[in-house]
C-alpha cells in the first residue's frame, strides 16, 4: 500500500508555543488529505479536509485560527496548532488517498504533549 | 449530524472463539471500509464494501454490507493473539462529499492467550 509519513512523531511544548506537523504522501499524489485527533481508547475524530492549492475545510467545532492547515504541494500537507494548551494534547492523524472513494492511507500519528 | 456507532464498545474473548462488531449509520452509505488500530499503532485499511447485500472474505475476516446500506459487520472465526487491536468502520455518506468518510466509534477486542 501507499505510504504517509508524518513529523514528528513526537512532540512535547510548553503552553502559548505553536507547533507544527507535517503529513507527506510518499509514493502518491494527494489532492485530499484530512486531519484527524485521537484521545486515549477513542475513536479518530475528524478535524479538517486539507485541499491542495486551496483553504482546508473545517468541521465543525473545530476552530480554523487554532488549527492552521496549509496544503502547498501535492504531497505536503501541514497542521500548525497555534498558541497551543494543555487541553490540545492528543494524538494527531493525517490521511490522505490515492483518489476519492478509495481507501485511506493513515500517517504514524504525532503525539503532542503541551505541559 | 450524521452518526456511525459501533457496538459492542469493547469485547474481551478467549483465544479460538468468535468475535463480531457491528456498525450502523444514520444515513445511508455509498461504501463502507473496515480498519484495523494495533495498539500504539495508526489505522491500517483492511476492505471496502460497495454494494447492497455484499459479503466478503479474508481469510478468517468475514465482512458484511447490509441491503440498505446503513449497516455492517466484521466477523473473526477463531481468534487469535494476533487479532487484538481496535476495529473502526468508516463509511462515506450517499450524497455528501466523495472523499469524505465518518469513522465508527470503534471496538476493542483485547483476548485471553
Known amino acids: 500500500g501507499a505510504v504517509v509519513s508524518q513529523h514528528p512523531s513526537r512532540v512535547i511544548c510548553k503552553s502559548g508555543t505553536s507547533v507544527k506537523i507535517e503529513c507527506r504522501s510518499l509514493?502518491?499524489?494527494?489532492?485530499?488529505m484530512f486531519w484527524y485527533r485521537q484521545f486515549p481508547k477513542q475513536s479518530l475524530m475528524l478535524m479538517a479536509t486539507s485541499n491542495e492549492g486551496s483553504k482546508a475545510t473545517y468541521e465543525q467545532g473545530v476552530e480554523k485560527d487554532k488549527f492552521l492547515i496549509n496544503h502547498a504541494s501535492l504531497t505536503l500537507s501541514t497542521l500548525t496548532v497555534t498558541s497551543a494548551h494543555p487541553e490540545d494534547s492528543s494524538f494527531y492523524i493525517c490521511?490522505?488517498?490515492?483518489?476519492?472513494?478509495?481507501?485511506?492511507?493513515f500517517g504514524p500519528g504525532t503525539r503532542l504533549t503541551v505541559l | 449530524g450524521q452518526q456511525v456507532m459501533q457496538i459492542p464498545q469493547y469485547q474481551h474473548v478467549q483465544e479460538g472463539e468468535d468475535f463480531t462488531t457491528y456498525c450502523n449509520s444514520s444515513t445511508t452509505l455509498s461504501n463502507i471500509q473496515w480498519y484495523k488500530q494495533r495498539p500504539g499503532g495508526h489505522p491500517v485499511f483492511l476492505i471496502q464494501l460497495v454494494k447492497s447485500g455484499e459479503v466478503k472474505k479474508q481469510k478468517r475476516l468475514t465482512f458484511q454490507f447490509g441491503e440498505a446500506k446503513k449497516n455492517s459487520s466484521l466477523h473473526i472465526t477463531a481468534t487469535q493473539t494476533t487479532d487484538v487491536g481496535t476495529y473502526f468502520c468508516?463509511?462515506?455518506?450517499?450524497?455528501?462529499?466523495?472523499?469524505?468518510?465518518?469513522f465508527g466509534s470503534g471496538t476493542r477486542l483485547s483476548i485471553r492467550p
Open positions: 509514493d502518491f499524489q494527494a489532492t485530499t
Open positions: 468508516a463509511g462515506r455518506p450517499k450524497g455528501g462529499s466523495a472523499s469524505k468518510i465518518i
Open positions: 490521511s490522505g488517498g490515492e483518489g476519492l472513494g478509495n481507501e485511506q492511507f
